[in-house]
């Protein structure tokens, strides 16, 4: 720990003797915070200790010495727990989350409970990055350490955080000001046991008001003291750089011309041993600038000088190059890699970084040598200096168009960047040289921050199949939609539609991120992300419905009743509700993977198969396990139930299937003929008939009184996973892991369609019972459902159903794909109706409004407001000039023009006291609406 923050290095320049007015101070604050009595300990003074000073006045080093001290009093027994954060500007360690993340960690390893509270944290949360920092400070500090103190209150030792350099902390785009903010007003509310010390620059002071702040003022009497025994001291370490007859008089020189900073005799000192010899009082007075910032103007001039007279090329990629990326760049870069990113040669850029070793020395970061700022002071002086002012915004631009290059190159590089997914190799790639890492984090930002880059930046951020899927990869999606929001250009269209995407989706993306062309594409039809995505080659031919997720690969699902239950490679079933989308119950019991799942069409028994070579039958009403079926010797891949659920069909990798009575769980039959393992089953609704897929390639059609084969149907190219039937028992569709479905009719054994679209292996398949839909789940980890109304036209061609994703789909029912998708309402869309030509529909929604839809253009064509709560059902006259519809919590009927859009009239029916409604709904009779409802 103290490695990574660098704490040896400012300990090294530590004088003994110097500072020790201030670690007294220390001392006794920390001693009265002890010993305060309940009431008191609360109290801002005694719980913190805040120390102001301006830039290198020695406050890093302040608190590395301070943390040696405690550690000192935690060795002799004091009842005290150290965890520190030093913040360092353009490193990971700046990031407030880094700082909460690194105390919890700390305190994990120290206070005794709290690993517990936080293993269940870090359990459901992982590394915060779906938190805000907020929530984080929350979730990581806050929580546990209340709960302890509610436990445990009197037993727990002093907890010190000491928190250094807080004025170069950040929370990505929004700057420093989330940081203070959380530390001066949240970290009060911490338990009383926990005390603070802090340090920062004297801006700072307005975050801290209620703290009371010791400081250090450059010319105070106690600093010119130390800053007199750290000159001396170092003078009478290195004794050849002046006289001893001129000791004195050279101390009073460099004590004047320091003007009290601490870090301006680091570069003093530097510039006195660049030269042989003992230097007088008089040349030091002529030489040395004045304070920092005019040691920095000093070495910048005479760097300038030699390379205009020697290397003007170099020059000019100092000026209009490095430096400028030096005080843009968001974290530290090799050398290399600064070469990458300048476009020049290797060597130039390393005789500059010579030339700059003062101000941006190259030292080990994350396990490579890097170049970093000195001090915070350098950055600053950089941008303000009038002389020598960096344009802050070049360098972005600079760093934005390497990174976009970075980008582009792995998305077209096979080594870097396989199946569009998303960088399993982006860590393995990287090289000293190698920026793409860089690129993924921060170039969405640079081209934010730069000049003249905003078509640049909606190039990158519409790359769907490269930029997003290696973002959310590596973790830093999320992190990307925050820049963009808090600092893409407001003017760009596709910036705001990209943002709305993104807001959609980044949950989904950060476990999925090979998802990402696949959700642009489902976007709706009119917006910027739907428009790109599709006019890529990549795009796939299907759409994504709803996003819910199994831990591990889903691999079969079934539907019947307002429910859906699927089984996953987690050992998992679970049973969802299609009408809110939440997830009912999970049953738990085989002890390995799930591989087939189907349900009885009441919705009440459930069948599971596994991998332990069992199936288990489920009672869904109560949850419970009513039977276990045994006998298949290697593992079951499919199972399929009757519509009476008195007997299901299983198949096995031993390449037969087996007939069960669910009342007793014999086995009844035995039917053998595929080649290979059965992978798929199912059973049509007279219960005599069942269809199996295989290995083999085929599907057979067995006749289950006389257990024979009546016919084989050929056409997939790889394993048949997945086979369902329409309950019409003509047509079935059948699902392969040649990533493609077919539907099939039964009776003439003849394919009628092939559907195409998922990214991998097809390993689930459904159909309802018109055999107008069919739901697939794939390898690709998705599953369909949260579809809360549909309604299909007259001609049953098309059908529009709405989502809780706030969208509405018009489907062709004839091909099977979705024809347009609509956005606008602003919550669930709770119904929907047709019109009978299928020229328009209406749709209703929990955001209390309604919305008319021309169905060729997908354009809204008029907003009916007018409910005060949401709207619950709808329906259309059969010419389509008049709607009605209905809110149930509202307990009111609302009669609508539709071409105008004019609410018409208004029925309440919530009249008689102590009546509950229960329901609302009309139907149109000769032209006219009757309307309905219950009361209770």
């Not at 500007?89 to 409970?113: D, F, I, N, W, Y």
């Not at 980008?407 to 960088?423: E, F, I, R, Y």
Request: with cysteine; aromatic share 6%; hydrophobic share 40%.
């Amino acid at each position: 720990m103290l490695q990574n923050f660098g704490v040896h290095l400012l300990l090294e320049s530590h004088v003994p003797g110097t500072r020790q007015w201030l670690f007294d101070r220390v001392d006794k604050w920390l001693e009265t915070a002890l010993n305060a009595g309940e009431d008191a300990r609360t109290l801002n003074h005694h719980r913190m200790f805040l120390l102001l000073a301006g830039p290198g006045m020695g406050k890093s080093v302040f608190s590395a010495v301070m943390e040696k001290k405690l550690e000192v009093k935690m060795q002799a027994g004091q009842r005290l727990v150290l965890v520190r954060h030093f913040f360092k500007v353009g490193e990971p360690r700046a990031q407030g989350k880094a700082m909460v993340l690194c105390l919890a960690l700390q305190l994990a390893e120290q206070l005794p409970g709290m690993a517990t509270l936080l293993w269940l944290v870090a359990k459901e949360h992982g590394s915060a990055d779906q938190l805000t920092l907020k929530d984080t400070f929350d979730k990581y500090l806050m929580e546990p350490l209340t709960a302890l103190d509610k436990e445990h209150s009197a037993e727990q030792p002093v907890v010190v955080m000491l928190l250094d350099a807080i004025d170069e902390a950040t929370d990505g785009a929004a700057g420093c000001e989330p940081v203070t903010h959380l530390v001066g007003h949240q970290m009060s509310k911490l338990p009383a046991w926990v005390k603070i010390v802090l340090t920062g620059r004297p801006q700072m002071e307005s975050c801290f008001q209620a703290w009371e702040p010791e400081w250090i003022q450059p010319s105070a009497h106690e600093n010119t003291e130390d800053m007199h025994k750290l000159l001396v001291a170092w003078l009478q370490q290195d004794g050849k750089i002046v006289s001893s007859s001129d000791f004195e008089a050279a101390v009073e020189v460099m004590l004047r011309k320091s003007e009290g900073q601490f870090i301006w005799a680091k570069f003093a000192f530097d510039q006195l041993r660049g030269r042989v010899g003992c230097w007088t009082p008089a040349e030091m007075e002529a030489e040395l600038p004045s304070g920092l910032s005019g040691m920095y103007r000093h070495i910048m001039e005479v760097l300038q000088d030699a390379l205009r007279e020697e290397n003007p090329d170099a020059l000019t990629l100092l000026r209009q190059q490095l430096l400028p990326i030096l005080v843009a760049t968001k974290s530290p870069l090799t050398s290399q890699q600064l070469a990458v990113m300048t476009g020049a040669e290797q060597h130039q850029v390393d005789l500059l970084l010579r030339l700059l070793v003062n101000m941006f020395p190259v030292r080990l970061h994350s396990g490579s040598l890097k170049v970093v700022p000195y001090h915070k002071s350098v950055l600053d002086w950089l941008a303000e200096d009038p002389q020598f002012s960096v344009d802050a915004g070049q360098g972005h631009e600079c760093l934005g168009k390497a990174c976009f290059a970075a980008v582009v190159a792995a998305k077209t590089s096979p080594s870097k960047l396989a199946n569009h997914s998303g960088l399993e190799t982006v860590s393995s790639c990287q090289t000293s040289g190698s920026i793409l890492e860089y690129a993924l984090h921060f170039g969405v930002t640079h081209l934010c921050l730069a000049h003249s880059c905003v078509k640049l930046l909606e190039d990158l951020i519409l790359d769907f199949c490269g930029l997003w899927p290696m973002a959310f990869a590596q973790g830093c999606g999320n992190g990307l939609l925050k820049d963009l929001i808090a600092l893409g250009p407001t003017t760009s269209a596709v910036v705001k539609d990209v943002v709305r995407w993104l807001r959609l989706t980044s949950s989904y993306l950060s476990v999925h991120p090979r998802a990402a062309l696949q959700l642009a594409c489902d976007s709706p039809r009119n917006s910027v992300v739907a428009k790109h995505a599709n006019s890529l080659p990549e795009k796939p031919q299907a759409k994504l419905v709803t996003r819910e997720r199994h831990k591990e690969f889903v691999t079969s699902v079934a539907m019947n009743a307002g429910i859906a239950v699927s089984g996953s490679s987690d050992t998992e079933v679970r049973v969802w509700d299609l009408d809110s989308g939440f997830c009912k119950d999970t049953l738990s019991g085989h002890a390995k993977a799930v591989t087939s799942v189907a349900v009885s069409s009441d919705a009440r028994i459930c069948v599971p198969g596994s991998g332990d070579k069992t199936l288990r039958v489920w009672d869904l009403d109560s949850g419970f396990c009513k039977n276990s079926l045994s006998g298949h010797t290697k593992k079951v891949t499919s199972v399929a139930v009757c519509m009476d659920a008195r007997i299901c069909v299983s198949g096995s990798s031993e390449k037969t299937l087996r007939v069960w009575d669910l009342e007793n769980g014999a086995c009844t039959a035995i039917l053998r003929g595929h080649t290979e393992e059965v992978a798929s089953v199912a059973v049509c609704s007279d219960a005599r008939i069942c269809l199996s897929g295989s290995g083999d390639g085929t599907l057979r059609v067995w006749d289950l009184e006389s257990g024979t084969c009546k016919a084989t149907l050929a056409g997939h190219d790889d394993i048949v996973t997945s086979v369902a039937v329409s309950s019409n028992a003509r047509t079935c569709v059948s699902g392969s892991w040649d990533k493609t479905l077919r539907v099939w009719d039964k009776e003439s054994g003849t394919c009628k369609a092939t559907l195409a679209g998922h990214s991998h292996w097809v390993t689930s398949v459904a159909v309802t019972p018109d055999a107008r839909t069919c739901v697939s789940g794939s390898s690709d980890d998705t599953l369909s459902h949260m579809v809360t109304s549909v309604a299909v036209s007259s001609d049953a061609r098309t059908c529009v159903s709405g989502s809780c994703d706030e969208t509405l789909r018009v489907w062709d029912l004839v091909s099977g794909f979705c024809k347009d998708t609509s956005l606008g309402h602003t919550d669930h869309v709770t119904c929907v109706a047709v019109s009978l030509d299928a020229g328009i529909c209406v749709s209703g929604s929990s955001d209390k409004t309604l919305r008319v839809w021309d169905l060729q253009s997908g354009a809204c064509k008029a907003t009916l407001s007018g409910h005060t709560k949401a709207v619950t059902s709808v329906s259309m006259s059969p010419d389509a000039r008049i709607c009605v519809s209905s809110s149930l919590e509202e307990r009111s009927h609302r009669k609508w023009d539709v071409t105008s859009g004019k609410e018409l009239d208004c029925v309440f029916s919530g009249g008689k006291e102590g009546k509950q409604l229960h329901a609302l709904a009309h139907s149109w009779k000769g032209g006219h609406a009757v309307l309905m409802w219950a009361v209770a």
